[in-house]
């Protein structure tokens, strides 16, 4: 029996589940942008878990804080939007994740600081957490691999569910290699990529092809994964699924009021795993995590700062 056939079917087919789980665990960084004059909460996992709770699903975050200040404004923000903190672990010796922006002539430059709380989460809690929590869908990426403990934590989850597994790739200079992106790939269902991530990927593993769609198709081969999506900026996104089929989502319209580009891929993913656990067709999912997308550009950060920002979208979604 291959890999794929032990594990349920991918976005464009119902996984293997009840109508009544919707619970996706998203396991990695939580993050606070430290700007001279603000700090902003963000980190991946912990935006796309506030995108998910904001259309109805139960994310179920695991990540690791410090005994700090960030750590009371996370559980104030989770408290605020309904979100479960099941999956939480606390740090008495490493502080809550930290990003340090430098505005360098007129430009920022991001510093991702290390020996975070994120690197440290505890691989027996994590276990324990997951069981708990029997979800649907597993949502992970590269950044919280960087240190030993999380890695080791990321590999306990995994093997602890036969839920899907959602590779967010989210690669973030310097904190990724080979070995990391690789094991990633070995334990993913489903790939959701940028084009720019996707040229790096096709020289790091020298893959054969002219076209992205050769590449990708070589990488589902190479690592037995379902499911690739790329998205394209404002030229939209294509998916790929196991049986060769591509369907393309061409962006309906440019970004009018672009603020910036934080945390679209974010919400690009958030769409993508609601399509799954709604049974959208593909071609319907792509379209919808395109326009959201978009709408994050028009707003200053990663997730609006109010919930009537989604009612658009779930009352044309029916959510």
Same mark, same amino acid.
């Given at each position: ?35 001279p ?12 878990a506030?995108?998910?709770?904001a ?9 690791? @804080?410090?005994?700090? #200040?960030?750590?009371? +404004?996370?559980?104030?923000?989770? =408290? &605020?939007?309904?979100?479960?903190? *099941? ?25 991702i600081?290390s ?82 991530? @996707?040229?790096?990927? #096709?020289?790091?593993? +020298?893959?054969?092809?002219?076209? =992205? &769609?050769?590449?990708?198709?070589? *990488? ?41 580009t ?58």
């Open positions: 029996m291959t890999r794929s056939q032990t594990r349920p079917q991918q976005i464009n087919q119902p996984y293997r589940h009840t109508s009544q789980n919707n619970t996706v665990v998203l396991f990695g960084e939580v993050l606070a942008d430290i700007f004059d603000r700090t902003v909460l963000g980190g991946a996992p912990f935006n796309v506030r995108h998910l709770k259309f109805g699903q139960n994310p179920v975050l695991i990540t690791r @804080l410090g005994d700090d #200040a960030l750590r009371e +404004e996370v559980f104030r923000v989770m =408290s &605020q939007n309904g979100m479960e903190t *099941l999956g939480i672990q606390c740090n008495k010796t490493h502080p809550t994740g930290r990003v340090q922006v430098h505005i360098e002539k007129g430009s920022h430059r991001f510093e600081l020996e975070q709380a994120y690197d440290y989460i505890h691989p027996a809690v994590v276990r324990m957490t997951t069981l708990s929590a029997n979800p649907v869908l597993v949502y992970f990426g590269t950044l919280a691999q960087r240190h030993p403990v999380s890695e080791r934590a990321l590999k306990t989850l995994l093997r602890s569910t036969d839920a899907a597994k959602f590779l967010d790739i989210n690669l973030r200079t310097p904190w990724y290699d080979e070995k990391t992106i690789l094991q990633s790939l070995q334990f993913a269902n489903i790939v959701k990529l940028n084009n720019e991530e @996707l040229d790096l990927l #096709a020289k790091m593993f +020298e893959l054969p092809g002219g076209d =992205s &769609q050769s590449q990708v198709q070589e *990488l589902m081969k190479r690592y037995d994964i379902e499911q690739v999506m790329v998205t394209c900026g404002e030229a939209g996104a294509w998916h790929i699924s196991q049986n060769g089929k591509k369907v393309e989502a061409c962006a309906k319209k440019s970004i009018a009021n672009l603020v910036d934080v945390g679209a891929g974010d919400g690009f993913a958030a769409v993508c795993m609601l399509g799954s656990l709604q049974r959208w067709p593909m071609d319907k999912t792509l379209e919808r995590a395109n326009a959201f997308a978009a709408a994050i550009c028009e707003i200053r950060g990663a997730v609006p700062d109010h919930k009537d920002f989604y009612e658009p979208f779930t009352e044309k979604w029916n959510l």
